[in-house]
C-alpha cells in the first residue's frame, strides 16, 4: 500500500522560505509521476509542479514558476518542494501525490492515485 506523508508546513512571513517534504513508501516509484498540489480556503485544488521520477523531469504552474522548485532523493524515497520569496495567496494546504502511470496529464488531479493527508503553508504580509 502506497503511503504519501506530508511535513514542514508551517507559517512564515512573505518574503520566505520554505521547504516541503513528502515521504513516499509502499513501492517503488521510479515509473512514477510525483505531483505538489494545493488548496486555499473556499478555491478549488490547484496544480503547483510535478516531477517524473526516473529522469527528473519538472513542470511548475504558472503561479509559482521561478520561485518554487520540485525535487526528489531516490536513495530515500522523499519529494521535496523548495518554496521561496513566498507570497500571501501561497497560503494553502499543501498535497503531495502520486501517479502510477506518467501520462503526461500531470496537471490534472485524477491523474494520481495516491494522495498525503496535506500540510498546511500560511504566509502573512
Known amino acids: 500500500q502506497v503511503q504519501l506523508v506530508e511535513s514542514g508546513g508551517r507559517l512564515v512571513q512573505a518574503g520566505d522560505s520554505l521547504r516541503l517534504s513528502c515521504a513516499a513508501s509502499?513501492?517503488?516509484?521510479?515509473?512514477?509521476?510525483m505531483g505538489w498540489f494545493r488548496q486555499a480556503p473556499g478555491k478549488e485544488r490547484e496544480f503547483v509542479a510535478t516531477?517524473?521520477?526516473?529522469?527528473?523531469?519538472?513542470y511548475y504552474a504558472d503561479s509559482v514558476k521561478g520561485r518554487f522548485t520540485i525535487s526528489r532523493d531516490n536513495a530515500k524515497n522523499m519529494v521535496y518542494l523548495q518554496m521561496n520569496s513566498l507570497k500571501p495567496e501561497d497560503t494553502a494546504v499543501y498535497y503531495c501525490?502520486?501517479?502510477?502511470?506518467?501520462?503526461?496529464?500531470?496537471?490534472?488531479?485524477?491523474?494520481?492515485?495516491?494522495w498525503g493527508p496535506g500540510t498546511q503553508v500560511t504566509v502573512s504580509s
Open positions: 509502499g513501492r517503488t516509484f521510479s515509473s512514477y509521476g
Open positions: 516531477i517524473r521520477w526516473s529522469v527528473g523531469t519538472t
Open positions: 501525490a502520486a501517479d502510477r502511470s506518467y501520462s503526461g496529464r500531470y496537471y490534472l488531479m485524477d491523474e494520481y492515485d495516491y
